[in-house]
């Protein structure tokens, strides 16, 4: 795991997720300049997602404290009063009665061990979204480095082509070019434009994405520092990695607790067919009216006894039949998402070292030869020596080039992105600090 994300999920559980409610109102100011470790620590504590992971572990503790009770509920008082009229005079019955129900057949015990296995699957759930935001963010802030990378070249393929058209209308305009030789030269700087126009908006998206993970509005503009240099990341063997990510991935755990719990809950459906007890003491007084005898005549009783229910009309079939479906459905999900974990590291793994080559391939120097090439070509049709079809060959290589590279990076940072999220931030790449 990345040394960041180690960092935040040791400071969450420090914490104790004790600070999960701060308002949003509190924020006071993102930093900025805003660096890739910044916006990583920012987003741990402001992140949407994370925010409603922390309030349902909020709620999961406030329903695992409840359920850690010696008693299904508090101790029940009854007093009575009664008019009697008998031969001898009138008189006041009275009574007073308390009860208490009891857990039956381990059944408050099942509701805890219950509660607890959901509340701990809600932290390491918490603990894997932790890592996985993470990932997000890191991609998303790279993204936005791409981006502003794609319109800065943009910039400069309209600025050769800008270049090509003038000398193109210039040189028609003397009566030694074609209007074949300008034809070509405004093509290329139309199609240069509209990359450019594409590549701004491309940017404004990034920045709207990498708003939305940080939890800030979005109308903010956020100044980065980073710069984007990717470093290749070292890579275990396969079969290491796959066990090493089924090891890391908190949100494995958090479906193991969810079978416990279904398992718990399945054992107290089962149970439900024992009624619980009410143990209950009472006292009465009774006034015959005659005026002799405590309280004006009459007796005084004093006892105890046991009730509960007959489980004949109602014996929890459906109950039982629900939690039984729902301890079925938990293992299915911990099968699947253990399934699910190894495919999507070998996925990602396939495609993390498919994009490094391709970046490797097409470097930015790639580039600027492309765009060499361009400049090399306009001095050449100053010359006299090429005409409009080596224009247009150039600004064709020049946009081809250009869009395989940016798209090279974007997969790159795309599949790092999901190799960090399958192996639960096991890996991430070190860029844009």
Known sequence: ??????????????????????????????????????????????????????????????????????????P?????????????????????RLSQEVWIAGQGGLRESAANSELAAARQQYRYLLSAVAARVRA?????????????????????????????????A?????????????????????????AKNRLTRSRLRLDDLLGIDPSRRLKLAGALDIAPITLPDRDALLTRAVRQRS???????????????????????????????????????????????GATIAGGGLSFELPILHRYEGERKSARAKLNRAQLDQDNLERNVRLQVLRALSDYRSARTQVAALDSAVV????????????????????????????????????EYLSALDALIGAASDLERATGGLIAIDAGR
Not at 183 to 194: V, Y
Not at 375 to 402: H, K, M, S, Y
Request: charged share 20%; glycine share 10%; proline share 3%.
């Open 1 to 74: 795991m990345s040394a960041i994300c180690l960092r935040l999920g040791v400071c969450a559980l420090s914490l104790g997720l004790a600070g999960f409610g701060a308002p949003a109102a509190a924020v006071t100011q993102i930093p900025q300049p805003l660096t890739l470790r910044a916006a990583l620590e920012w987003a741990a504590e402001y992140n949407p997602t994370l925010r409603s992971a922390q309030v349902r572990v909020e709620r999961l503790t406030g329903e695992a404290i409840h359920a850690d009770v010696a008693v299904p509920s508090n």
């Open 368 to 403: 600027d030869a492309a765009r060499q090439t361009v400049d090399l070509t306009r001095r050449a049709f100053q010359a006299g020596e090429v005409g409009a079809p080596a224009i247009t060959t150039a600004q064709n290589n020049l946009i081809a080039v250009r869009h």
């Open 140 to 172: 998303a802030y790279l993204s936005v480095l791409v981006a502003d990378k794609a319109v800065a070249s943009g910039r400069r393929v309209v600025d050769a082509n800008q270049k090509l058209d003038d000398y193109a209308q210039r040189r028609l």
């Open 251 to 297: 949100d494995l755990v958090a479906a193991a607790r969810q079978v416990a719990a279904a398992r718990s809950r399945l054992s107290l459906a089962d149970r439900q067919i024992i009624p619980n007890l009410t143990v209950f003491g009472f006292y009465r007084q009774e006034n015959n009216g005659d005026g002799h005898g405590p309280g004006g005549g």
């Open 76 to 96: 029940r008082v009854e007093v009575e009063a009664g008019q009697r009229s008998t031969a001898a005079g009138d008189g006041t019955d009275l009574g007073i």
């Open 174 to 198: 003397a009566g030694a070019g074609t209007q074949l030789e300008v034809n070509a030269a405004k093509l290329g700087l139309s199609r240069s434009n509209a990359l450019l126009a594409k």
